[in-house]
């Protein structure tokens, strides 16, 4: 018999976060949500995990930053997948095994037989949360389950468990005509859950929906590659109602127009691992880890795995918090930095990307450089008019850092 795929991908990522160092990780009274990205190659049958993620905290709307130093959000979904970004900057700058650079058409192609899958150990907060039960009235169901999250998230959780075992979403719906924003409407974007402070960052559903269309490779690095990548399979090691899962990634926007010859709905495989499960799972008598715990498959010296608390590296001192030390590998500023290297070693891209050869990379903003990515932001644009008309945006000032702004401010 074939063994479940979802099951593989659940032993290896929770090999791997058994490998990583005690530090950071949950303690016996904590639980936090554990996601990865492996990658398979379907002509060597090789697998791996190349980035993973742990955590459940996203910060308030107040706690922005102008530099670009702090990690908005650190749902694991969300740590994973930029560990992912990490994990590809480096097979690009580096001789990769996984990318072919193609000299006529100036970008890297994927290898064929090479694969990306998604596992987790919770469903995304959001949509694929939101379960109708066919038993009792919707309103009845709404009401017994904001009792028990008013208790919980006086431990400052994310999510909650219901009763009944079932993840409320506890994400808030977006709009003026909302009335109550916790109200469980199906198929409804909506920002991350959270007390007091309301955060700009989309729900999980709503941002793996998003990558489900444009890829998970994100507007920088879209620049460089053939195609987008996307997540050939989404896996999960805990019940999870298939309808919702379905709805919440695709089905929600299955009637809606998109043209586009580069970025394509997909409908990825969702499975569920049934025969593993993660020894640090939400737990109604746990509180959720602070930290946020991101790894990928890069080189010792380039440091491959980070703990963070707030956004920012564990263990910063005060003093060093305003500046680029206090920031993640991942974090806007890093990613940036990131990009540009790629594009010194790689010129050419400075024409593609409308820039001239001898402008200053280091002063150019972190806005300016993603509205270049023109066909990438294109899509986008269209996307959000007709399928993400609420997705949040980050008020402009908070993306126009460069390189250099970190050092003026410090
Ligand atoms: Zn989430």
Redesign the pocket.
Known sequence: MQKNPANSFAELTFKKFNSLPKTGKPTKSEWTVLSSIIQVDSLTGDSKVVALGCGTKCIGKSKLCPLGLILNDS?A?VLARRGFLRYIYHQLKTKSNIFIYDNDSGVFRRKESIAFHFFSTQV???DACIVTDPTKGEEEEIASKRVKLDIVTSSDA?DVLTPDNKVFTGAKLIGENTLDPMHQVQGSLRT?PGRGDRTLSM??SDKLSKWNILGIQGAFLDMFLEKPIYLESLNFSCDFDMDSMKRAIYMRWKEREHKSSRFIAQEPQIQLATQCSFEFSQDADKNASPNGLVWCDVPEEKVPYEISVNGKKQGITKKLLQSKKSSLKISKLNLLEEFLQLIKLNPHFKTKLGLKIDDELKTITYCELKQKCQEYQNSWKTLKESYFQQWTTKPENLLSFNLLSCNKES
């Open positions: 749902h979904e995304p907060c959001g994310g991350k729900s999980c």
